[in-house]
């Protein structure tokens, strides 16, 4: 069943969109009562041309919130002590403007500027950064959630991909979720981010121009899906799979442990997802995460990103894919982008793809 989507904003200005699993919660009654400062300025992107990259400065972000104790989590339900981002008592899934965000609409101070230099050209960071609470249960995660609630969180970043995706300027929308203090979680409340980015992002412009090349080359033939056709063929690097979706740890894996799931359909994001699709990732997902917590028997750090098209040129070579991978390599060691990989871009790999593989396959 589709959601029931109810949007609400917060006494600051900010939207807030309620995704209920059950009708009858009557969100509007629900009030942001807190007296909040007006929300900070878009930041500002500065291109940097010696890699042709844009970098967005946004300084307000310095100042979010770190760590807060669990009875002041903001991510939680409002209760008669606390008032969080979410005025309700309860919800199932919410989605609610970042309060801190790299990208949005608001005016920039000094937007005027153009240029710092000849070669440097200064734009605002217009854009827009939300925030996914997939359960108000604090001390839950999102692999100890029913494939009920997957679903509902698929509908949700669908329905956001679409609306955001529409929006003037935005160049890609990103939906992700950053697990574990070792990745950099600032909030332990499980949650993810949706970025809608003004400028394609570096990996995604390096993505898509193998995706041109290899069209041009084969007669007009998607990238990944043949990537994906040669990993079901092989099989050795195939963790698991349904009638919908393969899930296999690349043959070039970057990450110790690195998979990414992909439908058998070439649909370019979300929302071109069916009903049949959506219900049959949530399952292959779970089972993925499991591993993942399976392999040193404790919760793995990860980073799980949602690659879609970009919204203008070169929409057609998109397909959508979710890419999870953690920097744990052992049981007690973490993989640190040192300096062939943070000043080069140069992955040295810690862990063979193939081992990898059979270590996840036989991690439950
Ligand atoms: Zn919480």
Known sequence: MTPLRSAVKLSDGRELIYF????????????????????????QLRYDPLVDEWVAVAAHRQTRTFLPPSDACPLCPTTPRFASEIPAPDYDVV????????????????????????????????????????????????????PSRVRTVVDALADRTAEMSALPGVAQVFPFENRGVEIGV????????????????????????????????????????????????AKVRVIAANDHWTAYVPAAARWPFEVQLAPHRQVPDLPALTDAERDA?????LDILRRFDGLFGKPMPYISAWHQAVVGEGRELGYLHLQLFSIRRAADKLKFLAGSESAMGAFVSDVVPEKAAQLLRDAI
């Open 20 to 43: 209920d699993e059950t009708p009858g919660s009557g969100r509007a009654a629900h009030v942001d009562t807190r007296e909040l400062p007006p929300p900070p300025p878009a930041s």
């Open 95 to 146: 989605v609610f403007e970042n309060q801190f965000p790299s990208f949005s609409y608001r005016e920039v101070p000094g937007g005027e500027i153009t240029e710092l230099t000849d070669m440097v050209p200064v734009r605002p960071g217009l854009g827009r950064c939300e925030v996914v609470c997939f359960t108000s249960d604090h001390n839950s995660a999102f692999g100890s959630l029913p």
């Open 186 to 233: 600032t909030l332990h409340h499980p949650h993810g981010q949706i970025y809608a980015y003004p400028t394609v992002p570096a990996r995604t412009a390096a993505m898509l121009r193998a995706a041109a090349r290899h069209a041009e080359k084969t007669g007009g033939r998607n990238l990944y899906a043949d990537v994906l056709a040669a990993e079901q063929e």
């Open 281 to 285: 990732f949530g399952p292959l997902y």
